[in-house]
Nanobody, 126 residues
Framework: QVQLVESGGGLVQAGGSLRLSCAAS????????MGWFRQAPGKEREFVAA????????RYADSVKGRFTISRDNAKNAVYLKMNALQPEDTAIYYC???????????????????WGQGTQVTVSS
């Protein structure tokens, strides 16, 4: 059974930075793509960033491109999301997710992901 635990969320002023971490317990982590998604109140869950198993392939939502960076450490079974230049519209619960499909690419639709963490709140004040 895979468990994903996010951490690193909090309250930050606009223009600030946060680094989210996701610790994974599954035995196949090093073979799986990982994604970050977010959900704001009253909105659907949306794709933020994804990284393939090797870390070579990454993909970002247009809204975060150039500000957020996804990375992973397979030795530590962890994936990270460094968020810079945060804006109030980035306020949401952030979730990490694991895609068990064996692929060299990444997928952006939430339905493609098999396991999810409980989420961590990010609040950006103006």
């Amino acid at each position: 059974q895979v468990q994903l635990v996010e951490s690193g969320g909090g309250l930050v002023q606009a223009g600030g930075s946060l680094r989210l971490s996701c610790a994974a317990s599954g035995r196949t982590f090093a073979s799986d793509a990982m994604g970050w998604f977010r959900q704001a109140p009253g909105k659907e869950r949306e794709f933020v960033a994804a990284i393939n198993w090797s870390g070579i392939v990454t993909r970002y939502a247009d809204s975060v491109k150039g500000r957020f960076t996804i990375s992973r450490d397979n030795a530590k079974n962890a994936v990270y999301l460094k968020m810079n230049a945060l804006q109030p519209e980035d306020t949401a619960i952030y979730y990490c997710a694991e895609d068990l499909a064996r692929s060299d690419g990444v997928r952006t639709h939430p339905q493609a992901y098999d396991y999810w963490g409980q989420g961590t709140q990010v609040t950006v004040s103006s």
